[in-house]
């Protein structure tokens, strides 16, 4: 993750257009692949909008800005960093917003701790995070740091819902060159397991709030102790709020279950949870589902790895770094009863199959809405330890949306493999505008340390609004959706549809609680909105699901109308068989105030790339999301200040994007061939070319770039092949990063002219 030092060095350049009177847009600066590139293309946007008086104000919110930001009192006045991510928040709610936001990473514990052990060693007095505090000072740290882990960046400046589809151009390249993907086979052994009871589904209740107040969550032990987990919620009026519960015992016995039957059938087991934004959630059930497959391991051990502090929700890797602390004949021990639990269990998909990295060994590999999509287009198949594709048993223990994903592999199996080049488009509105729905990255989900009830009071009047039956290790959570939001999500649907002519589908399940409560606001505000004529409907997330799969291999565009796990996993399930990337998206969130947030599509921040970068100097990650959302936050801004040169640059910037696309110049996957910086500069390239058209200043930039077009591609061919050294991971160092990310002096020189 590139940190704040490299910040420093773009924004002290001081734009020339940073007037009193510039148009202002906001840039985060957030984390590994995304950071990179932004460092080698944030020079040439300045370059492009100095002469439209357009000042870009870079907003560092990486996971180690945020971890600074924490804590002030510990650090020198040159070390400490303000809150960034909280400014940004309250922006967002202002008319005036213009922000450009890229991937940043959903911390999980063990990258958490990396990035303060690389703080630490670069002289950073912050605290090491205590995982299971011991005494009063360690659960301050603890909850301080749960302020970055998980989910943390992206409900904070969410102040809107979500409008995501594909441009024109990228759809159209994606059927001009579609991406081949697996065929699919009526007899394939692949299929979704979920859990029949004991889940969260299985379990929810909602309630709909009368008026303005607050809720407390409360838990009574068996001995009638009583204790607030969280004093108080404040609520809206007509506001939705939710509880559910999963049962731990019934989680390790549906464990039980499919381990077997994927030894029986002979078929991978793969799992599938998004352990780095359900913060609290999934990494314990991530940690089941390990404990369970290496139970004979753990029970044997348990003293061991009580001592060394293993943590099965990190992933097995951690009982693998753990171990090395032992002695050498007890790791060997340690290692032969793993060996043992292999051979005994069920092939495991692997993640890596060259280094032995299997699917249970890290849980921020393991992201639903990225892989179960990648299962589909490869024929239903993962890697296996020698590397082949093989059947898999995808487990995913809910079945609020695991049911979704089977429809989509049961389509593929009756329908065969869709095409991309003939696929319709599938694109989505979601609710997600101030926190909404569903998500267990936040303060109301709960591991039970002991069986009891948990229930959520009404402070309004005392009643009891939910109550559940929990027992020790169950996994509680309480979320709300404010109504607000769901009245604008409920327009923008409208709005999207009449806009595109294209029927708009609401995925909601009246058999559970929470939609059905969503059905019934739906129904309720669709009739404030001219619907005339226009094809919106209601239908359960599986039927929803067939019939935008139907729909796009018979070459229809559908608009997805959904909540926002939904949201995530749709986002990336039909732009990777679409355009076989979610990082093609275009994402626009309309504030509620009048503002604008502009997200550089989905496919989070890509570690893979910045390792493969790291070790021989070519940087795989495809910024066409970035550019595009530049673009539109360019041409809303010109029209909102009045500035038609501004508009004009959104434009060509559109139009540069077409053309680079229609001329192939994405990265490649290999070393020494065109990676990010050599996209980049075509980009600069046709950009300068498409303004010079209209406004001769750019005419000598354009020249020159197209003139000593062959020596700057080489340079950017010879500088790979070889590591590279930026001085960190999540805080490297601010010349090094420039350096590895502009190396080509041509170039440079281009854009740093006066011209």
Same mark, same amino acid.
């Given at each position: 993750?590139?940190?704040?030092?490299?910040?420093?060095?773009?924004?002290?350049?001081?734009?020339?257009?940073?007037?009193?009177?510039?148009?202002?847009?906001?840039?985060? @600066?957030?984390?590994?692949?995304?950071?990179?590139?932004?460092?080698?293309?944030?020079?040439?946007?300045?370059?492009?909008?100095?002469?439209?008086?357009?000042?870009?104000?870079?907003?560092?919110?990486?996971?180690?800005?945020?971890?600074?930001?924490?804590?002030?009192?510990?650090?020198?006045?040159?070390?400490?960093?303000?809150?960034?991510?909280?400014?940004?928040?309250?922006?967002?709610? #202002?008319?005036?917003?213009?922000?450009?936001?890229?991937?940043?990473?959903?911390?999980?514990?063990?990258?958490?701790?990396?990035?303060?052990?690389?703080?630490?060693?670069?002289?950073?007095?912050?605290?090491?995070?205590?995982?299971?505090?011991?005494?009063?000072?360690?659960?301050?740290?603890?909850?301080?740091?749960?302020?970055?882990?998980?989910?943390?960046?992206?409900?904070?400046?969410?102040?809107?819902?979500?409008?995501?589809?594909?441009?024109?151009?990228?759809?159209?390249?994606?059927?001009?060159?579609?991406?081949?993907?697996?065929?699919?086979?009526?007899?394939?052994?692949?299929?979704?397991?979920? *859990?029949?009871?004991?889940?969260?589904?299985?379990?929810?209740?909602?309630?709909?709030?009368?008026?303005?107040?607050?809720?407390?969550?409360?838990?009574?032990?068996?001995?009638?102790?009583?204790?607030?987990?969280?004093?108080?919620?404040?609520?809206?009026?007509?506001?939705?709020?939710?509880?559910?519960? *999963?049962?731990?015992?019934?989680?390790?016995?549906?464990?039980?279950?499919?381990?077997?039957?994927?030894?029986?059938?002979?078929?991978?087991?793969?799992?599938?949870?998004?352990?780095? *934004?359900?913060?609290?959630?999934?990494?314990? *059930?991530?940690?089941?589902?390990?404990?369970?497959?290496?139970?004979?391991?753990?029970?044997?051990?348990?003293?061991?790895?009580?001592?060394?502090?293993?943590?099965?929700?990190?992933?097995?890797?951690?009982?693998?770094?753990?171990?090395?602390?032992?002695?050498?004949?007890?790791?060997?021990?340690?290692?032969?009863?793993?060996?043992?639990? @292999?051979?005994?269990?069920?092939?495991?998909?692997?993640?890596?199959?060259?280094?032995?990295?299997?699917?249970?060994?890290?849980?921020?590999?393991?992201?639903?809405?990225?892989?179960?999509?990648?299962?589909?287009?490869?024929?239903?198949?993962?890697?296996?330890?020698?590397?082949?594709?093989?059947?898999?048993?995808?487990?995913?223990?809910?079945?609020?949306?695991?049911?979704?994903?089977?429809?989509?592999?049961?389509?593929?199996?009756?329908?065969?493999?869709?095409?991309?080049?003939?696929?319709?488009?599938?694109?989505?509105?979601?609710?997600?505008?101030?926190?909404?729905?569903?998500?267990?990255?936040?303060?109301?989900?709960?591991?039970?340390?002991?069986?009891?009830?948990?229930?959520?009071?009404?402070?309004?009047?005392?009643?009891?609004?939910?109550?559940?039956?929990?027992?020790?290790?169950?996994?509680?959570?309480?979320?709300?959706?404010?109504?607000?939001?769901?009245?604008?999500?409920?327009?923008?649907?409208?709005?999207?549809?009449?806009?595109?002519?294209?029927?708009?589908?609401?995925?909601?399940?009246?058999?559970?609680?929470?939609?059905?409560?969503?059905?019934?606001?739906?129904?309720?505000?669709?009739?404030?909105?001219?619907?005339?004529?226009?094809?919106?409907?209601?239908?359960?997330?599986?039927?929803?699901?067939?019939?935008?799969?139907?729909?796009?291999?018979?070459?229809?565009?559908?608009?997805?109308?959904?909540?926002?796990?939904?949201?995530?996993?749709? #986002?990336?399930?039909?732009?990777?068989?679409?355009?076989?990337?979610?990082?093609?998206?275009?994402?626009?969130?309309?504030?509620?105030?009048?503002?604008?947030?502009?997200?550089?599509?989905?496919?989070?921040?890509?570690?893979?790339?910045?390792?493969?970068?790291?070790?021989?100097?070519?940087?795989?990650?495809?910024?066409?999301?970035?550019?595009?959302?530049?673009?539109?936050?360019?041409?809303? +801004?010109?029209?909102?200040?009045?500035?038609?040169?501004?508009?004009?640059?959104?434009?060509?910037?559109?139009?540069?994007?077409?053309?680079?696309?229609?001329?192939?110049?994405?990265?490649?996957?290999?070393?020494?061939?065109?990676?990010?910086?050599?996209?980049?500069?075509?980009?600069?390239?046709?950009?300068?070319?498409?303004?010079?058209?209209?406004?001769?200043?750019?005419?000598?930039?354009?020249?020159? +770039?197209?003139?000593?077009?062959?020596?700057?591609?080489?340079?950017?061919?010879?500088?790979?092949?070889?590591?590279?050294?930026?001085?960190?991971? @999540?805080?490297?160092?601010?010349?090094?990063?420039?350096?590895?990310?502009?190396?080509?002096?041509?170039?440079?020189?281009?854009?740093?002219?006066?011209?």
């Amino acid at each position: 993750m590139i940190g704040h030092q490299s910040i420093r060095l773009l924004a002290s350049r001081k734009f020339s257009s940073s007037s009193r009177n510039a148009a202002k847009v906001v840039y985060t @600066y957030t984390d590994e692949a995304p950071a990179l590139a932004t460092a080698g293309f944030l020079p040439i946007l300045n370059k492009f909008t100095n002469s439209a008086n357009v000042a870009f104000e870079i907003s560092d919110i990486s996971v180690a800005s945020r971890v600074l930001a924490l804590w002030p009192d510990r650090l020198s006045e040159s070390q400490r960093k303000p809150d960034n991510l909280a400014a940004l928040g309250e922006l967002a709610k #202002t008319p005036d917003a213009n922000i450009i936001k890229l991937p940043n990473v959903s911390a999980s514990v063990p990258q958490l701790k990396a990035c303060i052990a690389e703080l630490q060693a670069k002289g950073y007095d912050v605290p090491s995070y205590p995982q299971s505090p011991t005494n009063s000072e360690e659960e301050v740290i603890n909850k301080t740091y749960a302020k970055v882990l998980g989910s943390a960046v992206n409900p904070v400046l969410r102040e809107g819902n979500s409008d995501r589809r594909a441009a024109a151009p990228v759809k159209a390249f994606a059927q001009a060159h579609p991406k081949k993907m697996g065929a699919w086979t009526k007899d394939s052994k692949t299929h979704v397991a979920f *859990m029949k009871d004991g889940d969260f589904y299985g379990s929810e209740k909602s309630f709909v709030m009368p008026k303005a107040g607050s809720v407390r969550m409360e838990f009574e032990n068996k001995n009638g102790d009583v204790k607030v987990m969280k004093k108080t919620t404040p609520l809206l009026d007509n506001e939705v709020i939710d509880a559910s519960f *999963m049962s731990r015992a019934k989680l390790a016995a549906f464990v039980e279950h499919e381990l077997a039957d994927a030894k029986a059938q002979d078929i991978l087991l793969s799992l599938h949870l998004k352990a780095t *934004m359900m913060k609290v959630s999934d990494p314990r *059930m991530f940690g089941t589902v390990v404990e369970v497959f290496f139970k004979d391991v753990f029970s044997k051990h348990a003293s061991l790895f009580k001592e060394l502090g293993v943590n099965a929700n990190n992933g097995f890797g951690d009982v693998l770094e753990k171990i090395q602390n032992a002695p050498a004949d007890v790791q060997k021990q340690v290692l032969a009863d793993v060996d043992a639990a @292999y051979k005994s269990g069920p092939s495991l998909a692997y993640v890596n199959s060259d280094k032995g990295i299997t699917n249970l060994h890290v849980p921020s590999d393991v992201i639903v809405d990225a892989s179960m999509p990648v299962v589909i287009r490869d024929s239903g198949k993962m890697y296996n330890k020698a590397g082949n594709l093989q059947d898999t048993k995808c487990v995913i223990p809910d079945r609020c949306y695991a049911r979704v994903f089977q429809t989509a592999v049961d389509f593929v199996k009756q329908n065969g493999q869709f095409d991309a080049a003939t696929m319709g488009h599938t694109s989505n509105v979601g609710l997600m505008a101030q926190k909404a729905e569903e998500y267990g990255s936040h303060d109301k989900t709960f591991e039970m340390s002991e069986a009891g009830t948990m229930r959520v009071i009404n402070e309004n009047d005392g009643s009891v609004v939910f109550e559940h039956q929990v027992e020790q290790g169950d996994i509680w959570r309480m979320c709300q959706t404010k109504d607000i939001p769901i009245k604008d999500w409920v327009k923008l649907a409208v709005n999207r549809a009449r806009a595109s002519n294209t029927p708009a589908i609401f995925w909601l399940d009246p058999n559970r609680p929470h939609d059905a409560n969503l059905i019934k606001k739906v129904n309720e505000y669709l009739p404030e909105h001219n619907a005339e004529g226009l094809d919106i409907t209601i239908e359960t997330p599986e039927k929803a699901c067939w019939v935008s799969m139907e729909r796009a291999m018979a070459g229809k565009d559908t608009i997805s109308v959904t909540g926002n796990v939904l949201r995530d996993y749709n #986002t990336d399930l039909f732009p990777i068989l679409e355009l076989a990337s979610s990082s093609k998206m275009l994402s626009i969130v309309p504030l509620l105030a009048g503002g604008g947030l502009y997200e550089t599509g989905a496919g989070g921040s890509a570690p893979k790339h910045v390792q493969q970068f790291l070790e021989e100097g070519h940087l795989r990650w495809d910024s066409l999301g970035e550019y595009l959302a530049t673009a539109v936050s360019l041409e809303e +801004l010109g029209v909102k200040s009045g500035n038609e040169k501004v508009t004009q640059l959104g434009e060509c910037l559109n139009e540069a994007v077409a053309q680079w696309l229609n001329n192939n110049k994405g990265p490649s996957r290999k070393v020494n061939e065109i990676d990010n910086r050599g996209s980049v500069y075509y980009l600069a390239l046709y950009w300068a070319e498409a303004m010079a058209k209209k406004d001769k200043s750019f005419t000598k930039m354009a020249t020159a +770039l197209r003139e000593n077009e062959a020596k700057i591609t080489q340079e950017l061919i010879d500088c790979q092949g070889k590591p590279q050294d930026i001085g960190g991971y @999540y805080l490297p160092d601010k010349e090094m990063t420039e350096k590895a990310m502009r190396p080509s002096a041509t170039l440079n020189a281009i854009i740093d002219s006066a011209y």
